[in-house]
C-alpha cells in the first residue's frame, strides 16, 4: 500500500513544471520590457580592467542594482539621496535570475551566493565580485540545513545512499549536496540527484519534499526550516545539520563589462563602501531591521522576523580577499570535474581594486564614525 501511495505521489509533478513554466515566461516578459536595459559595450572598449577606479561621477550616471535588503536600508535611512547618481532597485535576486538580467543587461549589480559568479563565468557572461560577506561563526549559524521528507526513511546522514536529493547546479545548494556527499564518501551514483532549481517560485524544495518528490533538500537554515517543521513534522519530516563545512558567503558581483563604463565603476566605487556600511547596520540594529524590513515591509510575524535576523548571526567583512579566493577555487575544484566544466583561476573573477571598498564601510559603520 505505501509503494502504491509513493507512486501516485510520483505520478504528479505537473504542478511544479506549471509553476516553472509560469516563472520563466514572467521573468523572461520583465527582461524584454526592462526599463532599465543598457546598452552593451563593445568588447575591449571602456575603462581597462587594470586602471585606477574614477572618483567623480558623471551627472547622469544610473545604477540598477538587485538587493532587497539593502534597499530597504538605504530607504530607511536616506543614504540614497547622498549619492551622486540614481541608484534604480530591481527586484530580482537569486543566482538563475541575477545571471539572466545581466545577459538581458538588465541589471547592473547583483547579489548572491559564491556560485552564481561561477556559473556565469561557465555560461560565458564575464563577471567581477566587488564585495563579500561572510559569517563570523559559520558553523554555528550556516546558511542552509538539509531537509528530510516524510517518508525518506532517513535517520542519519549515513542514511542517504540510494536516496533521491534535489540538486540545482547553478546554485549553491547545488555545492552544498556535492559537498555533503564527498563528506560522506559518497559518489553522484550512489545517489539519484533530481535537478530542481529553488528559485522558481514559492517553497519550491519544501513542496517537493512534502509531497514526496525528493527525499532530501538543502534549504535556509532559518524560517525556512522552522516553517518546514512547523507544517510537516507531524508527519516525519526532520531536518539534519550537514557535515561541516562552511555554506555562507554573500557577495556583490557585477558584469565585466558594467565595469568598463567609466561612470558606472565610479559609481560602484561609492556604492561599495555604502553597501559595507548597510551590512554593518543590519548587525548592530537587528530589532530596527526585524521589525522595519520583515515585519512591516515583508509582513512576517515579529517571531519569524526575530528568526530570521538571530539565525544570521555576526557578519564580518575581510580588509583581504585571500580567504575568499580560496573558498572559491575549491568550491571551483569541487564543482568542475562534476559537472563537466571547466577548471579556472578564481583571482580572474575577483576585481581587487574593490578590496578594501566595502571592509572599510562595514568598519566606519562598527565604529560609529560620521558618514564621508
Known amino acids: 500500500m505505501a509503494r502504491a501511495a509513493r507512486s501516485r505521489h510520483r505520478s504528479k509533478p505537473w504542478g511544479f513544471i506549471g509553476l516553472a513554466a ?35 561621477v558623471p551627472k547622469g550616471t544610473v545604477l540598477v542594482v538587485g538587493d532587497p535588503v539593502t534597499q530597504w536600508v538605504f530607504e530607511h535611512l536616506g543614504w540614497g539621496a547622498k549619492l551622486p547618481f540614481t541608484l534604480k532597485w530591481a527586484q530580482i535576486t537569486g543566482g538563475p535570475d541575477v545571471t539572466e538580467a545581466f545577459h538581458a543587461h538588465a541589471l547592473d549589480l547583483g547579489l548572491g551566493a559564491n556560485v552564481p559568479p561561477l556559473h556565469a563565468t561557465w555560461v560565458g557572461i564575464p563577471v567581477k565580485i566587488i564585495a563579500f560577506r561572510q559569517r563570523r561563526d559559520p558553523l554555528n549559524h550556516p546558511a542552509f ?3 528530510i521528507a516524510p517518508k525518506a526513511g532517513i ?53 517537493a519534499l512534502a509531497s514526496n518528490l525528493v527525499d532530501v533538500a538543502p ?20 531536518i539534519l545539520a550537514h557535515p561541516d563545512f562552511r555554506d555562507d558567503a554573500v557577495l556583490a558581483y557585477v558584469p565585466v563589462e558594467v565595469l568598463r563604463d567609466p561612470a558606472k565603476a565610479a559609481a560602484l566605487k561609492q556604492f561599495a563602501y555604502w553597501w559595507g556600511r548597510a551590512q554593518a547596520w543590519q548587525q548592530t ?3 530596527e ?17 526575530k528568526l530570521i535576523v538571530a539565525a544570521a548571526g555576526e557578519t564580518q567583512i575581510s580588509r583581504s580577499w585571500d580567504q575568499p579566493i580560496a573558498y572559491q577555487q575549491a568550491a571551483i575544484d569541487l564543482l568542475a570535474p562534476e559537472m563537466g566544466k571547466p577548471r579556472f583561476d578564481a583571482a580572474t573573477i575577483f576585481d581587487r581594486r574593490f578590496e578594501t571598498i566595502a571592509a572599510n564601510g562595514f568598519a566606519a559603520q562598527i565604529a560609529g564614525t560620521q558618514e564621508p
Do not use: M
Not at 560522506?184 to 524544495?205: A, F, H, M, N, Q
Not at 522552522?226 to 507531524?234: H, I, P, S, T, V
Open 219 to 238: 534549504v535556509g537554515g532559518g524560517i525556512v526550516a522552522e516553517r518546514y517543521l512547523r507544517k510537516f513534522a507531524q508527519d516525519g519530516a526532520k
Open 155 to 207: 535517520r542519519t546522514l549515513a542514511d542517504l545512499r540510494g536516496k533521491r536529493i534535489a540538486f540545482s547546479p547553478s546554485q549553491v545548494q547545488g555545492q552544498i549536496v556535492l559537498q555533503t556527499l564527498k563528506a560522506l564518501g559518497l559518489r553522484k551514483s550512489d545517489v539519484t540527484l533530481v535537478e530542481l532549481p529553488s528559485s522558481i517560485g514559492g517553497d519550491v524544495y519544501t513542496s
Open 22 to 56: 509560469f516563472v520563466a515566461v514572467t521573468i523572461a516578459l520583465l527582461f524584454v520590457f526592462a526599463p532599465n536595459r543598457r546598452p552593451a559595450l563593445a568588447a575591449g572598449a571602456g575603462l581597462a580592467e587594470t586602471a585606477p577606479l574614477p572618483d567623480t
Open 145 to 147: 540545513v538539509l531537509a
Open 289 to 305: 531591521l526585524a521589525r522595519g524590513y520583515y515585519v512591516e515591509h515583508q509582513g512576517l510575524p515579529l517571531a519569524d522576523a
Open 285 to 287: 540594529h537587528p530589532d
